[in-house]
């Protein structure tokens, strides 16, 4: 479904009856079994595996290029991941859980079962099209909801694809897929979901959280925030190198967990430096031309970027562009890699989540300096640690507070469909992927049944010295 940005009434009307439509469906069928669950994963599969060539060239022409390999290796590699875990999961996932029962109220039963919320909206971003819209949706099917997408207004080609290959393969009493502006994202975070996940910036998830709380909606938000790389003094810097080079120009630094800033010791910047520009030369050569290295998306991020360049620059941060072949890039909205160093932290990219390939190098005298640094700002939604000191490892994984956490490697935690993915504070709240996510898309509805014979009527009126014994026992010392 196509909605234009225009926010007029029979706009709303439309995302109304889309989500009207997806109710009745779970209305009908508020606990599809799980065959069916398995079959809606499997047609999404093959939405992903029928139509590779298509998703490539639509998120291409949505960014002006990127990378066939990225959308491949980032986008439906672990889309595929995601559901052969889920599937293989499933029944684990599915089955009720037994609880204890206190022995006060023996011989009865207890468990908890998982339960399908009903009709859960995903709000998807623009970074990963393909991947922010397919992870949400395999918890959410798997949990046995029906699901609403609404897509980036700034991914059209990507959206479009995605809205007519769901209408075919899996209906739309399945699946409704909005396109639309920002009126339209407005109104969709407005409708009285069951569930509501948001992946974007943080201001915007503040919109999101209001209008979800009119409805009282519970909300999942993947934010983002500036998440960084320690590199511990004396680790080898030509490893750390490769990692943070690898995570920050992934999708040209569009990653909502890439390195964001580096903080390394004060003596060992330079050679740190030198690796980072060495291992960004080997990895992309050319820039203008190389069909691995991703454009900016549009002209609008690409000149926000180039003025946090300048504001830094006039504030007297030394500007460090890897551009190996000395190539003229203007007009096609690729940005080299860019040490910042020296940069104040007023200024506008030490301050907010960068999301492009700038990369601010900040000196540290001791390792506690490096830490304090970080728990002093708002918690971020990844942090990198590159060491070799097992109890350095540990005091940073006990004192640190962020959404995930890598040690001498960037990124790949994502992409382990064993391990939940969320934020914290800042960076966000809730989890989805792994089991979190097929328990955030439920409801645990615990039940406690009580067999005819028991001895509850021990302790029903008229209360008397046997109920005076019983209290007690009862109230005795834990």
């Known amino acids: 479904m196509d909605i234009a940005t225009d926010p007029a009434i029979t706009g709303l009307a439309q995302l109304e009856h889309a989500h009207a439509t997806l109710k009745r469906a779970w209305q009908s069928d508020p606990f ?10 499997d047609k999404l599969a093959r939405i992903l595996r029928e ?27 672990p889309s595929l991941e995601g559901i052969r875990h889920a599937k293989k999961s499933l029944k684990h996932w599915m089955a009720p859980q037994t609880r204890g029962v206190s022995l006060w109220f023996k011989p009865a039963r207890a468990h908890v079962r998982p339960q399908p919320l009903g009709v859960v909206g995903i709000i ?59 009126e339209v994202a407005a109104a969709f975070s407005a409708l009285p979901f069951d569930h509501l996940l948001f992946t974007g910036s943080t201001a915007v998830g503040r919109h999101v959280m209001r209008a979800a709380a009119a409805n009282l909606t519970p909300v999942t938000l993947e934010l983002g925030g ?35 800033y580096v903080l390394v010791k004060a003596g060992e910047r330079d050679a740190l430096v030198r690796e980072i520009r060495a291992a960004a030369s080997r990895m992309y050569p050319t820039l203008r031309d190389n069909s691995d290295y991703s454009s900016v998306v549009n002209a609008r991020h690409y000149q926000r970027l180039n003025s946090w360049l300048d504001e830094a620059r006039a504030a007297g941060a030394d500007i460090d562009s ?23 932290d007023h200024c506008t990219l030490m301050q907010e989540e960068i999301f492009g390939p700038l990369l601010p190098i900040i000196a540290y005298a001791k390792f506690d300096e490096a830490l304090a640094y970080v728990n002093a700002r708002e918690r971020p939604l990844a942090l990198y640690l590159f060491d070799e000191d097992p109890m350095r490892i540990a005091r940073t994984e006990r004192t640190t507070v962020a959404g995930g956490m890598c040690v001498n490697t960037t990124v790949l935690h994502v992409a382990q469909d064993d391990l939940p993915f969320g934020g914290v504070g ?8 792994a089991h ?38 009862m109230l005795r010392k834990p």
Not at 57 to 66: E, K, L, M, P, T
């Open 436 to 473: 979190e996510g097929f328990l955030t898309f439920s409801k645990l509805k615990p039940v406690l049944s009580m067999p005819r014979f028991n001895l509850l009527s021990l302790t029903h009126a008229p209360y008397g010295k046997r109920m005076d014994w019983l209290l007690k026992l």
């Open 226 to 260: 500036k998440s960084p790389a320690i590199v511990a003094p004396g680790f080898d810097a030509r490893r750390a190198a490769e990692a943070i080079v690898v995570g920050k120009l992934l999708n040209a630094g569009q990653t909502c967990v890439a390195p964001d």
């Open 51 to 77: 139509h590779e060539d298509e998703w490539l060239a639509a998120v291409s022409a949505d960014f002006g290029h990127r990378s066939p390999v990225e959308t491949r290796l980032a986008e439906l590699f």
């Open 124 to 182: 998807v971003p623009w970074n990963y099209p393909i991947y922010l819209a397919i992870g949400p949706m395999i918890a959410a099917l798997a949990a046995g909801n029906r699901v609403m997408l609404k897509m980036s207004e700034f991914t059209p080609q990507t959206g479009s694809l995605m809205a007519r290959l769901c209408r075919e393969m899996l209906g739309d009493d399945w699946v409704q897929v909005i396109n639309g502006g920002a």
């Open 32 to 41: 599809p079994e799980r065959e069916l669950r398995v079959a809606q994963l």
């Open 426 to 433: 800042a960076s966000g709240m809730g989890h989805y992927h």
């Open 322 to 344: 890897i551009n190996p072949a000395g190539e003229d890039l203007s007009g096609s909205h690729k940005l080299p890699l860019t040490l910042v160093t020296g940069a104040p």
